[in-house]
């Protein structure tokens, strides 16, 4: 039998059969949050995307895989957020509730690899600088964005592509909940835990370089203070670019450590014969509360929040943005003005 529900399924399903109330006020709760985090992901997301690529100077590959994100999290707002309250409420064999859950997993996967592909992209500026456009060309990160989409895709849709799933009910567990787990912890392990290995792999590598930098600096007493206050000041300037990153990956891991260490707790116990479970009830049913209300939507939000970060950190697209806001005020004025100019040559 295939596995054709996701992870996050079996805390509202658990909850359904214990306390049916329960589960409307999840929904409910679910719906307000999704409805807030969609016209959000849509008001930042489209007009950013939009923004790089009409202007040539955002041209440059970490703006490139920002668009990407930022077109993921427009598919998350369009396909799940904004119509959750229908989807929720709609037959389980039509076609949003079949790929609901998928289609969220995808989107988490998609932003893990971007994010673990933007920490690659920072430890190669720094540890080869001369030699980085020619490691990393538009051709290879196209190829590379292509990959993180089709790999995010394939191990996000496979319990409802897998010919092995039930037929009678796609929306089903379709086996056991060791079955079922067994899915998930190659999913998570896959799409979570692999890419963060790397960032932080990466994060490593960066704070190795900069205590070494700061080490031959401070070796270096022969130098006048002139020429050290410039070496440090090269080493800002370098290391400042890996910031967005560090932070990025901080609140990702804010937002969706709860919600995976809930899922864990409960597929944990879940699968333990009743004899042990039951003395364990309590722990299990407070992580499918708190995975119901409200963890689960704060973990698949991120990519809605997510370029509030870059555009704090990144100056070109603050610039942009800012010139971008000042030509769209400009442009009433200067319709008022031409409309009233015909108007007088007209009475004249």
Same mark, same amino acid.
């Given at each position: 039998m295939s596995i054709n529900t996701t992870l996050s399924s079996l805390p509202i399903n658990t909850t359904r059969n214990a306390n049916g109330n329960g589960v409307m006020l999840s929904i409910t709760i679910a719906a307000i949050y999704n409805g807030i985090t969609g016209i959000i992901a849509l008001t930042i997301n489209a007009p950013l995307a939009y923004i790089i690529i009409t202007r040539r100077t955002l041209w440059k590959i970490p703006h490139i895989r920002l668009c990407s994100?930022?077109?993921?999290? /427009? $598919?998350?707002?369009? #396909?799940?957020?904004?119509?959750?309250?229908?989807?929720?409420?709609?037959?389980?064999?039509?076609?949003?509730? /079949? $790929?609901?859950?998928? #289609?969220?997993?995808?989107?988490?996967?998609?932003?893990?690899?971007?994010?673990?592909?933007?920490?690659?992209?920072?430890v190669v500026i720094i540890a080869f600088p001369f030699q980085y456009k020619s490691f990393v060309r538009p051709s290879i990160v196209g190829l590379n964005l292509t990959l993180v989409w089709l790999i995010s895709l394939f191990v996000s849709f496979y319990p409802i592509i897998s010919p092995l799933r039930r037929k009678s009910n796609v929306t089903y567990l379709t086996g056991s909940i060791s079955e079922e787990a067994n899915y998930h912890y190659v999913f998570y392990s896959l799409c979570i835990i692999l890419p963060y290995s790397v960032i932080i792999l990466c994060h490593g590598y960066l704070f190795v370089v900069a205590l070494r930098h700061v080490r031959n600096i401070d070796y270096q007493q022969s130098k006048s203070m002139e020429e050290l206050k410039r070496g440090r000041q090269r080493i800002i300037k370098k290391f400042r670019a890996a910031r967005p990153l560090i932070v990025t990956s901080v609140v990702f891991l804010i937002f969706t450590v709860p919600y995976f260490v809930c899922l864990f707790i409960a597929f944990s116990l879940g699968d333990l014969p009743w004899e042990i479970r039951k003395k364990h009830l309590g722990v299990l049913m407070n992580a499918l509360k708190a995975s119901s209300y409200g963890l689960r939507e704060l973990a698949f939000s991120y990519p809605a929040y997510n370029p509030f970060i870059f555009i704090l950190f990144s100056q070109d697209l603050r610039k942009e943005i800012a010139e971008f806001l000042r030509i769209s005020r400009k442009k009433p004025l200067l319709q008022s003005a031409s409309t009233t100019r015909m108007t007088s040559t007209h009475l004249i």
């Open positions: 994100m930022c077109f993921t999290s /427009i $598919i998350l707002a369009l #396909l799940y957020c904004l119509p959750y309250p229908w989807i929720s409420s709609s037959p389980p064999t039509s076609v949003l509730k /079949i $790929i609901q859950k998928p #289609l969220r997993n995808f989107l988490l996967a998609s932003f893990c690899f971007h994010l673990a592909s933007d920490a690659v992209d920072k």
